[in-house]
């Protein structure tokens, strides 16, 4: 297995065995822990002190970890890129990006339009399942 698919998953574990026991949600890969990582992302920006610069170890496992939710759900797969990096392959062909999406939230937040769980639902329900393409040919 690939170095960084290895780094990916071992991502993933560390978010769910560091964040589940903090949250008030049954934490695995579903929409609901997308919901409270996103609130978790919103508490960190807003600490004392936050600085977006220094947050790259925070977007590899919260990316790492928005990915694997994506792809369970939509049934989607990892996949890398030499011009745009790591990114969920979904079943329609295209490619989500979740490390881009987390970095984002963190600059942006929430009030900057960012939103891990917006970026999920459309994923997940319009974009896998080609909804999206066909509202478009519409």
């Known amino acids: 297995m690939d170095a960084e698919l290895e780094q990916i998953e071992a991502n993933v574990a560390l978010a769910i065995d560091r964040?589940?026991?903090?949250s008030d949600v049954d934490f695995g890969l579903n929409a609901e822990s997308v919901a409270w990582v996103e609130g978790f992302i919103e508490r960190q920006?807003?600490?004392?002190?936050?600085d977006p610069e220094q947050i790259d170890?925070?977007?590899g496992v919260l990316g790492s970890f928005l990915g694997a939710c994506v792809a369970a759900a939509a049934g989607g797969s990892w996949h890398c890129s030499d011009e745009a990096g790591w990114g969920v392959l979904l079943p329609d062909?295209?490619?989500?990006?979740?490390?881009v999406k987390v970095r984002k939230q963190f600059r942006d937040g929430l009030e900057g339009g960012e939103s891990i769980v917006s970026f999920y639902r459309v994923a997940v329900d319009f974009i896998a399942t080609g909804q999206l393409r066909d509202r478009e040919q519409d």
Do not use: E, K
Request: aromatic share 16%.
């Open 57 to 59: 170890g925070l977007v």
């Open 19 to 22: 964040l589940g026991p903090l």
């Open 45 to 50: 920006r807003s600490r004392p002190g936050f």
């Open 93 to 99: 062909g295209s490619t989500a990006f979740p490390f």
